[in-house]
């Protein structure tokens, strides 16, 4: 069977076009950056923690269609975890919320994990 082409993916063309929490925590409680320059992707993830539990999160990105839809999709699946939880979260999971990335766009799913686990490192590094 063939695979659909990437840009007739719903899920991902809507968190592209409908990302959710974008933006940026004001005195976030962790924050983590993260680039990938070959492939021109960038992005900044801002947390506000409450009792041990991602009670906020918000992300800035610069990057194509996939690293923007990854970035909005592990938001969705961080928020109201508990912190190891959310640190768990792989890039296998975030490609499965958007109905599956290529392979060669799996370097987007695999940012946005890597982000939001500097973002909760930097929150323990904190406290």
């Known amino acids: 069977m063939q695979e659909k082409p990437l840009f007739a993916r719903n899920k991902i063309l809507e968190h592209f076009y409908s990302p959710k929490n974008c933006g940026e925590i004001t005195n976030p409680d962790g924050v983590g950056t993260s680039k990938l320059e070959e492939h021109g992707i960038a992005h900044r993830f801002t947390i506000k923690v409450e009792n041990g539990i991602i009670a ?22 961080a928020k109201g975890k508990e912190l190891g939880e959310a640190q768990s979260i792989t890039p296998e999971e975030v490609s499965k919320a958007l109905g599956g990335l290529p392979e060669e766009k799996m370097h987007c799913a695999r940012l946005a994990v890597r982000t939001l686990a500097k973002a909760i490192e930097d929150y323990k590094k904190r406290r």
């Open 56 to 77: 906020d999160i918000k992300f800035q990105t610069a990057g194509c269609i996939s690293s923007i839809a990854s970035a909005s999709v592990i938001t969705e699946l």
